[in-house]
């Protein structure tokens, strides 16, 4: 389907520049003594004034933006296949820009309120991993602040959204699949349990990440004597979720990873189609073709 394969590509591009954004701006995070010290990691990037607490916005509107390509895929097989829709190319490019939109709005907050040249930066300076640099190119944010609660709160909503989304039109989607009147085949539902499996996995990996980032930030505050750099390291694996979701997909679903061997291995590629069509049904028809599962209306 094209429109299918317009949403795919739309994903694809929005990894991408999220990839790309998360390492031009390289967000730098440190917590001490109730304060937040945040910034750019990238010696590259100079900013000035208040830009310099611009990454923490960037980080959130990026993050989120790249997870809802999940929800987004999930949306179009649930119009597709459940609803028998057509829907508009530019439908998942306006779900990306209010989410932006949204996420802009409750981390520009922070950008706005932290401190620039506080004083507070010196404390850094006492701890071991950060004896030595420039602490002056970071903000300073207090941890119990309104911006930080709001910046929290709206990342905790999109994304309990996103996941909730998630599940209800995937649930919809395999009541579909496996309804006798469907005559979906086999190897069609067994296709689209894998895809419904890897967007759980892709959903589940930030989602994590970003729990394990709070939690941590919040158990420094108990360390007597925390050396500093542990929520440095925490951040580094952000850009890399575009590699990670490439390999989810080649773990979870068959037709690719045996295509994908196929060509490492150098060998022919045997295209196979399989059509499923229900019966009394205009509109919705579901094949198989080889390394690739396309869903199509007629």
């Not at 611009?54 to 809802?68: D, K, Q, R, T, Y």
């Not at 039109?169 to 009541?175: C, W």
């Not at 997909?249 to 499923?276: A, D, P």
């Not at 919705?284 to 080889?290: E, L």
Request: net charge positive; with cysteine.
């Amino acid at each position: 389907m094209k429109v299918f394969g317009n949403v795919i590509i739309q994903t694809v591009f929005i990894d991408m520049a999220a990839s790309a954004f998360m390492t031009l701006f390289q967000l730098t995070e440190e917590v001490n003594n109730g304060i937040i010290f945040l910034g750019s990691g990238n010696s590259w990037l100079p900013l000035s004034g208040q830009w310099r607490c611009l990454p923490v916005m960037v980080f959130g509107v990026v993050n989120n933006v790249s997870f809802w390509s999940v929800p987004i895929q999930a949306i179009y097989r649930y119009i597709i296949i459940v609803r028998k829709k057509q829907i508009s190319q530019w439908y998942p490019l306006i779900i990306f820009l209010t989410v932006g939109l949204f996420i802009s709005a409750v981390t520009f907050p922070a950008v706005l309120v932290a401190t620039v040249d506080s004083p507070s930066l010196e404390k850094l300076q006492s701890m071991g991993f950060w004896k030595g640099e420039n602490t002056r190119v970071l903000c300073s944010l207090d941890v119990v602040s309104w911006p930080v609660f709001v910046y929290l709160t709206g990342m905790l909503i999109l994304g309990n959204i996103g996941i909730t989304m998630l599940l209800w039109f995937n649930k919809q989607l395999n009541k579909t699949l496996n309804c006798p009147q469907m005559h979906f085949s086999p190897k069609t539902q067994q296709a689209h349990k894998e895809i419904s499996r890897m967007l759980y996995i892709q959903a589940v990996i930030p989602s994590v990440m970003n729990v394990f980032l709070v939690a941590i930030g919040v158990s420094v505050f108990f360390i007597p004597e925390y050396y500093g750099g542990l929520m440095v390291a925490l951040l580094l694996p952000y850009p890399w979720i575009i590699v990670i979701n490439p390999l989810v997909t080649l773990c979870c679903i068959k037709q690719y990873r045996n295509v994908f061997i196929r060509i490492f291995k150098w060998r022919r590629i045997t295209i196979k189609i399989h059509v499923s069509v229900s019966r009394g049904s205009k509109h919705v028809t579901t094949a198989m073709y080889g390394d690739r599962h396309v869903v199509y209306s007629e």
